[in-house]
């Protein structure tokens, strides 16, 4: 695994971006700059095998280099259930080409396209873990309204946002809390201010409250946060149907 160090020695040149220095790094940068980020992928996991079904599929939005579509698939032994990753980037879509083992590729399938045109066919589980909070409210709304339309009754929507507090108080303390988790992970304080000036005006956090709402208005009978860490935030959508959930894969 490559280390990152992309703010080590200078600043970033321009707004942050999923190229191919970003995709080279990545797996480190998640590592040491999400906190608990293998906890949310092994939670997805564990949400995803009860509500996917025979025929259905599992969307990964974002998935980057596809490391939770491989979970899913070795979790998810039926195969007809589909596993489908989706990401704009075509460096992280390479990657996860390249990382996924031969005997899995006809398994999963990766998409290089935009989340917000993706055509969700027969869906089951729809993840969207740290996704979101790149695009604009606006797309977001559209986004969700589309995917609880598409969404099988009693199927889920997964979702994983960096999120800022109301009460600007308690938002300061998030940041820096969070600020010393990457601190203590080995990031110097020119890199974390150099990786949140790339982030500005591309990373657009909304508080949990508006997170919930989004997912509410969209029609979802049940909405619940499932993780929280300071300024990072899971949730669980369901869209009402006869059979919310089995009892696994």
């Given at each position: 695994m490559r280390r990152d160090e992309l703010f080590r020695d200078r600043p970033y040149e321009g707004r942050f971006r999923?190229?191919?220095n970003t995709a080279a790094v990545f797996e480190d940068m998640l590592l040491r700059s999400v906190p608990l980020y293998q906890t949310m992928q092994e939670l997805t996991v564990d949400l995803a095998v009860r509500f996917a079904k025979p025929g259905t599929i599992i969307y990964d939005l974002g998935c980057s280099k596809g490391t939770l579509c491989r979970l899913l698939r070795q979790s998810i032994p039926d195969l007809s259930i589909g596993i489908v990753g989706v990401d704009c980037s075509a460096p992280m879509i390479q990657g996860a080409m390249d990382l996924t083992p031969t005997g899995e590729k006809d398994n999963i399938t990766f998409l290089?396209?935009?989340?917000?045109?993706?055509?969700?066919?027969?869906?089951?589980?729809?993840?969207?873990?740290l996704t979101l909070q790149f695009l604009s409210l606006q797309e977001r709304e559209a986004l969700v309204q589309r995917i609880y339309g598409c969404l099988r009754p009693g199927?889920?929507?997964?979702l994983f946002e960096k999120t800022e507090h109301e009460d600007p108080l308690l938002r300061q303390l998030e940041v820096e809390v969070y600020y010393n988790l990457k601190a203590r992970n080995g990031y110097s304080q020119q890199e974390i201010l150099g990786k949140r000036e790339a982030l500005k005006g591309v990373l657009l956090p909304l508080s949990d409250e508006q997170n919930q709402s989004l997912l509410q208005q969209a029609g979802f009978s049940l909405v619940?946060?499932?993780?929280?860490?300071m300024n990072f935030s899971g949730y669980l959508a369901v869209k009402q149907g006869d059979h919310l959930w089995g009892?696994?894969?």
């Open positions: 999923f190229d191919e290089q396209e935009d989340v917000t045109q993706t055509s969700f066919v027969r869906a089951g589980v729809i993840v969207a873990c199927g889920a929507m997964i619940s946060m499932i993780f929280k860490w009892d696994g894969i």
